[in-house]
Each structure stands twice: as C-alpha cells, then as structure tokens.
C-alpha cells in the first residue's frame, strides 16, 4: 500500500500553544502511513528541537522566512519588495483597525499574507500530496502555493472575539476543502462570521499525550524556584488575549485582600517590557514573577497551588488542559468558549471575566482548601488522553 503524503505548514515553533498542539499532531500521525513535510517558514523557537524524527523537516526558505521578521532585517537583507509588501499592508491594517470598535486586529496576518504573497516562490515543485495543512494563519499561503488533492485550514482561535475583515477572508477560506475547529465553541465563534462554511467545519481537539506531560514534568526540581502561599502559575504569549496585564492587577488586588505571600509565575514570551512596567505600576514586584520562555514549563506547572488562565478570549488553551492533566486545579475566565476548557466545579473553574469579580472568585477559592483538593482530584481521576483524534483527520485524507 502506497504511503499517503502530508504537507503541513506554520509559521515558527515558538512556545505557544498551537505549536506543542502541532507536536501532538505530529507524534500521533503513523510513520508507516503517512510521509509528513513538514514547512517552517522561520525555523526559530524552543519547540523545534522536539519536532519528531519520524517527520521530514523541509529546509527553510529566505523569502518565506521574511514574513515575520523585523522589517528592519530585512531591508538590511536587501528584500526591498517584501519589506515594501509589509508596509503596506501595515497601513491598510491599521484602516481597517479603526472600524473594529476594540476589538484585536487579526485582519494584520490575512493583509500581509496577501501582500507578500507575489515575493513568495512556488512550493509545487514538491510535487502533489494527498493532504496539506495550513496549522496557523497565515491561511493563503498553503492555499496558493502548494498542489494537493485536499487542503485542510485550522482554527485555534475564538472568531467572534477577534477583528476580521470577513469579506477579504472569505476567499482565501472557500480555498480549503475542510476547516478544522478544535472546540464545538470556537467553531461555533467561527461560524458567527462565515455561516456559509458550515459544511467544511469538522471538530477535532488538540492532541495531548497526558503520559508525556507528566514525564516532561518529573525531569526537574523548581521547588527552589516556586515559593508562595499560594502559588499561581499562568503559561502563554505576553498578548492581549492571553491577559497576562490582568493577572498582574489581579495579584494587587489578592495582596490587598490579604494575600501578603502570593507568587504569580508568569510563563512564555512576548511584550515583558509592557509586562514589567504594568508589575512595576502595580508595585508587584515581589508577588508577580516572570520566568520568561520555559521549553519544559511542566515541572512549574505541576509545583503551582492553582492554575489561572486570566485570557480576554481563547479558542482552546493547550495549557489549561495540560494544567489538568498534572492534576492541578484550574481557574479560566469567562469567554465565549470557556465551557470547553472545564466543567464548572468540577475539574476547574469559571471565574468572571473582568478583573473585580475575578480577583473576589479567586479569593474565595484559593482560601477553601477542600474545595481546590476536590478539583484537583477530579483532575486525577480523569483521563484526558486523547490521541484517538487522528482518526478525524485520516478520515479526510
């Protein structure tokens, strides 16, 4: 039997979440089966050394690498017509934004893929395959540039929190034969702006091997590094959606109510200047910590007392399921897709989403011994492996 070629497709293996859920991916995909491309555009990150060997790591090409680097590298690379591509579609970003009332500007990624789209070399001399997978946005790249019988996009994100420009995203989705919505309610965000898709729409979860968190978890000892009581733990971009800011302002309010021993362990990478100058405004220097990237965060997230995901929106965060999974009682804010994350009182919980209400929950919660060992147990009694997901995704090929 002929093996199945897969090409998939992201940006960079930096520490986020839709990257260690490409990991999974990637492990659960049976080498015997499938021979898997994989294309980086910019091969930088922490997460690239634990790309498996199974896979076939393609080399790394200089235009595509320049759609995320700092402008200034690359005009000092003489890509003038790349750089130039970008500035515009900076400016005609920037436009659009002042329509969205607030709302994150994601139309950047879809207007900067178009424009640097001619600059980019064709990836069809790779020749045909039977699937390929555009696993992060930019979506018109693997829609353009690569030949294959079916092409899967997919969503990491909550649509109807975020700013799109629906009619110029349009197109490039009706590109893909299916679009894979890793929770009921992102899909359901998804579907809030592009109704018309719905028949492409297929649910599959982010694949995470509960084995391998907890072996990541047990190769070091942070008990010298983790101190406070209590011990919270947040893992994820320094980004507005992450909300990282408010985990600092939630700190100030916790020590207010009395909570003079709080560490808040800030985990990833991002905008820290903001960050400290926001733990600095707060005068939460000694309670809120930034541990900045940790290519293994599991030994801190297993070492926390509570593990808060303070986000403005999510699609799905690997990190909450991840938090469960070393039995950690959890605490997520209330966005439209929470209820994907926990069960409420369950194996975790759903706090508000706005820094007032939030801060009190948390305050309850964190001073109620019982009720944080009864969410952590229920962590510990249930399995979260999931690597039977695959099957959604073969069943497409």
């Not at 998804?190 to 649910?203: A, G, I, N, T, Y």
């Amino acid at each position: 039997m002929q093996m199945k070629r897969i090409f998939i497709a992201i940006q960079y293996m930096e520490l986020g979440g839709a990257e260690r859920a490409l990991l999974g991916l990637l492990d659960a995909l049976d080498a015997s089966r499938f021979q898997v491309d994989l294309f980086v555009y910019r091969h930088s990150g922490e997460l690239m050394p634990l790309i498996p060997s199974k896979v076939n790591l393609l080399p790394e090409l200089p235009a595509y690498r320049a759609i995320s680097r700092p402008l200034k590298d690359i005009l000092l690379e003489g890509k003038l017509g790349i750089a130039g591509a970008r500035l515009w579609a900076k400016w005609r970003s920037a436009r659009f934004g002042k329509s969205l009332d607030g709302l994150e500007n994601y139309a950047v990624f879809d207007d900067a893929a178009a424009a640097v789209s001619p600059f980019l070399p064709s990836l069809k001399k790779l020749g045909m395959y039977d699937l390929a997978i555009s696993f992060l946005t930019p979506h018109r790249i693997v829609r353009d540039k690569v030949r294959a019988r079916r092409k899967i996009a997919w969503i990491h994100t909550d649509y109807s929190s975020i700013g799109i420009n629906v009619e110029r995203e349009l197109p490039v989705w009706r590109g893909y034969d299916h679009i894979i919505s890793i929770s009921p309610q992102a899909g359901k965000g998804f579907l809030s702006r592009f109704p018309e898709l719905e028949d492409r729409l297929v649910q599959m979860e982010n694949i995470v091997s509960p084995e391998v968190v907890r072996e990541q978890a047990a190769l070091e000892d942070v008990s010298g590094v983790m101190g406070g009581s209590p011990c919270l733990c947040t893992v994820g971009r320094f980004s507005h959606a992450k909300g990282m800011d408010r985990a600092v302002r939630l700190a100030a309010r916790l020590v207010g109510l009395g909570m003079e021993q709080l560490r808040w362990y800030l985990i990833g990478y991002g905008d820290e200047a903001s960050l400290r100058r926001e733990i600095r405004d707060c005068g939460m220097e000694e309670h809120v910590i930034i541990l900045g990237k940790k290519a293994n965060p599991y030994p801190y997230m297993a070492a926390c007392s509570l593990y808060v995901q303070p986000s403005r929106y999510e699609g799905k965060a690997v990190a909450v399921r991840e938090a469960q999974i070393l039995g950690r009682p959890v605490a997520v804010t209330r966005f439209p897709t929470s209820a994907g994350h926990v069960e409420d009182g369950v194996d975790g919980m759903i706090i508000p989403n706005e820094e007032e209400g939030a801060a009190v929950e948390l305050f309850r919660l964190l001073n109620d011994a019982g009720r944080l060992e009864s969410l952590s147990a229920e962590c510990r009694r249930r399995d979260y492996g999931n690597r039977d997901e695959i099957l959604k995704l073969e069943e497409l090929i």
